[in-house]
């Protein structure tokens, strides 16, 4: 028995050595050992309350990644559109509310108008159309709706409004936002491994050729991606506007939680998770806990007073780091090409 | 005449449809707004178009080359934060040296990775824009950073021959070397070609390389030299700003026809499309709309350009299957011909 598991730890180490250059270990240990020492010097890191922030700020941009995630999954790179569709999502549900709709109606108008939001995205990706441009000027066609509704003015709602729950209210100690987070990323991965959904988005996004001849066309495919991150989206614009019981067009824009603009956030968390932007290799899991780890850095670097700058770049560099380690391990290993 | 006409339309049909559309956007606010078309107006276009004409062009550019650079809106934004900090220092001239030595030496460290990893631009830009505000926020020390001295302001939107500035010949000039650039250099000739047909451009032995970071440099040139005018003519310049140059400059660029399957398009289209989008934006401005209109207008505009183009697209290709399809079938019948015409020879 004793040979057998060397045999398997002689096939794990050149494995290792047969997929990954020695550039591409020495920098991920670099990368870890910054981390640790960061986090072991960082006062009040490891305390109940700081980790609950954590997880707090995790969960709203983890929560739109989960959503991107099977975007990028199916080859649809990704969508430039995030932070206007919550923009768009957030207005609706506040002008609903203040119309005094109730929780439930709004709740509903909003995620039917984010639906279409993702649908008209996803037909014209589907057709044939890049994502990237595509997006692009659907961002500035939903910010320019949002705005033109409300006027570009603060539109706000009386407490009590029914929302508290989902906004402020918390279960077992921690926030619901963040146990909705817990709720939608395992679901998500539930759907991306065991249903048969899940499997065509892999499909599709690996080998656009095989999901058509498999009768599997991008156009359904990318209407029914493009619904999803836009539901997330909209989902945590909910969940933001029930705890301010208000909504601006510009509250995902740049002044928003972690300094950088919403967008670029939610992009940055499904690479850094490891996710192949090319599509067809991933998670929802990875993008969780990409969503966790940046949100970890950034809580390190302010407890260790940073300004928004440094912030801004350690994200930038992650986003950077990933790619980079991303594309040297697959020129070097022969099994993902 | 006439006949040359028709034909450089039918040999350039993209390069019309922008010129047609331009001249369209440009009677509707004239016929509108009688202010539109008088020479203050014009010179307000070119001193618009002195910012967004190169960052049109920088996009232009990238999208030949088969390519986006998303990073375009932070490295002007960071060109502006230097030009701006050092311009009371070092004077203005080598303030603005310092920033386009940055922007486009990061724009040729991108084009380089880009070739070296084999990524797209998109995925490694995406990168970059979050990494270049960052040093933007960092070289601005998070704050607004302004100018005491306003001569530079003020000699660099100096009315010359009515229409133009200091800027927009500044930039004009650019259009034209880069123009010529493309046209007649062999390594302009090889952006086109690893835009259009980069397997075959690769198969012919071009580099991935040179092309990459040439193109990659001028845009961040194009993008440092837009942003070193904005920051000079406003006087002040933000680390987070700028953003919005990315959707009117791709705009832009897609009105002055190119094709996202690259190698299409090229400097005059680019200059078109700025134009239109110029004329829109300040008509807009004119007949009081606020500015989010703006944007609402520049995303439709997009996603309907996008849409003409796909749709041409998916209706070529259905052409081209239906006479694959059609060809196959006649010999198949040819096949059949020939078969019976076999079994039925004598012997």
């Not at chain 2, 607004?144 to 010359?160: A, E, H, N, Q, Y």
Request: charged share 10%; with cysteine.
């Amino acid at each position: 028995m004793s040979n057998s598991s060397s045999v398997v730890k002689q096939n794990f180490i050149h494995r290792l050595a047969r997929d990954y250059s020695p550039l591409v270990l020495i920098m991920v240990a670099v990368f870890i050992a910054i981390f640790v020492i960061g986090a072991a010097t960082a006062p009040n890191f490891l305390t109940v309350l700081n980790i609950k922030t954590i997880l707090r700020d995790a969960a709203i941009v983890g929560i739109m990644a989960i959503g991107l995630t099977f975007v990028t999954l199916s080859g649809n790179f990704f969508l430039l559109s995030m932070k206007e569709t919550a923009a768009l999502s957030i207005i609706a549900f506040a002008t609903s509310m203040s119309a005094g709709y109730g929780f439930e109606l709004s709740f509903l108008f909003t995620m039917v108008i984010a639906m279409a939001a993702g649908a008209i995205q996803g037909l014209l990706i589907g057709l044939g159309g890049n994502p990237i441009v595509v997006t692009l000027g659907a961002a500035g066609l939903f910010f320019g709706i949002s705005s033109w509704w409300s006027d570009n003015l603060v539109v706000s709602f009386r407490r009590p409004h029914g929302a508290e729950w989902l906004g402020s209210g918390s279960f077992l100690g921690l926030p619901n936002i963040t146990i909705a987070f817990i709720i939608i990323a395992i679901f998500a991965e539930f759907v991306l491994r065991r249903t048969s959904f899940g499997r065509q988005v892999y499909l599709v996004g690996s080998n656009r050729a095989a999901g058509r001849a498999t009768g599997h066309e991008n156009l359904s495919m990318a209407i029914k991606v493009c619904i999803i991150a836009s539901v997330c989206s909209a989902f945590v614009a909910i969940a933001f506007s029930a705890q301010v019981s208000s909504a601006h067009v510009n509250y995902f824009s740049s002044s928003f939680g972690s300094s950088g603009d919403m967008t670029i956030m939610v992009i940055a968390t499904v690479m850094v998770g490891g996710n192949s932007i090319m599509g067809g290799y991933g998670s929802s899991l990875r993008s969780s806990i990409g969503a966790v780890f940046i949100s970890t850095v950034d809580n390190m670097m302010v407890l260790h007073g940073y300004n928004s700058g440094p912030r801004v770049l350690a994200v930038g560099l992650m986003i950077v780091f990933s790619i980079m380690v991303f594309a040297l391990v697959q020129r070097g290993s022969r099994s993902v090409e | 005449m006439f006949n040359k006409v028709k034909n450089w339309i039918s040999d350039n049909p993209d390069l019309s449809f922008a010129i047609l559309l331009s001249i369209c956007v440009y009677a509707y606010f004239g016929l509108t707004n009688e202010l539109f078309p008088t020479h203050r107006t014009g010179f307000a276009i070119m001193e618009r178009f002195a910012v967004l004409g190169l960052v049109g062009l920088a996009l232009t550019l990238c999208i030949i080359a088969g390519e986006i650079d998303l990073s375009i809106g932070s490295n002007a934004a960071l060109a502006a934060v230097i030009t701006v900090r050092f311009t009371d220092s070092l004077g203005a001239p080598s303030a603005l040296l310092i920033a386009l030595l940055v922007s486009t030496s990061i724009g040729a460290i991108q084009g380089y990775f880009i070739a070296y990893l084999r990524v797209r631009a998109i995925v490694l830009t995406v990168g970059t824009l979050m990494l270049l505000r960052g040093v933007a926020l960092f070289a601005a020390e998070e704050k607004t950073v302004m100018l005491t001295d306003f001569r530079v302001p003020d000699f660099i939107s100096t009315k010359m021959l009515w229409y133009f500035s200091p800027a927009s010949l500044l930039v004009i000039l650019m259009f034209i070397i880069v123009g010529l650039f493309m046209g007649y250099t062999r390594f302009g000739r090889e952006i086109y070609a690893i835009g259009g047909a980069r397997k075959e451009a690769i198969a012919a032995g071009i580099s991935l390389k040179r092309p990459m970071i040439i193109v990659f440099a001028i845009s961040g040139l194009c993008a440092g030299l837009g942003g070193g005018i904005i920051g000079l003519r406003s006087g002040t310049a933000q680390a987070l700003g700028l953003q919005y140059v990315l959707l009117a400059g791709t705009v832009a660029a897609f009105i002055g026809g190119v094709s996202i399957m690259g190698g299409k398009g090229g400097v005059i289209g680019a200059a078109i499309g700025t134009l239109t989008v110029n004329f829109l934006n300040t008509g807009l401005v004119f007949n009081v709309t606020p500015a989010f209109m703006v944007q609402l207008y520049l995303g439709i505009l997009l996603i309907v350009v996008i849409m003409f183009q796909t749709g041409s697209r998916v209706f070529d290709e259905n052409q081209r299957r239906k006479q694959i399809l059609a060809d196959a079938d006649n010999l198949a019948k040819q096949l059949t011909k020939r078969k019976q015409f076999l079994k039925e020879r004598p012997g």
